[in-house]
């Protein structure tokens, strides 16, 4: 149950990322469009990390 919430975290994360990277492209705001790549980027590398620590 754990991973299975940990995943649906991620899947948030992402989408929070994904959305900053759209709005911050739709206003011409790099500084968000940053935040919405380190965010992806991030919940990417925590993802990865949980799915070695679970094996």
Request: hydrophobic share 60%; charged share 15%; no cysteine.
């Amino acid at each position: 149950m754990k991973s299975f919430l940990a995943v649906v975290a991620l899947l948030l994360v992402v989408a929070l990322g994904v959305a900053g990277v759209v709005l911050g492209e739709a206003d011409d705001s790099p500084g968000l469009q940053g935040l919405g790549v380190l965010l992806v980027i991030g919940a990417v590398a925590v993802g990865v990390r949980i799915g070695r620590r679970v094996r």
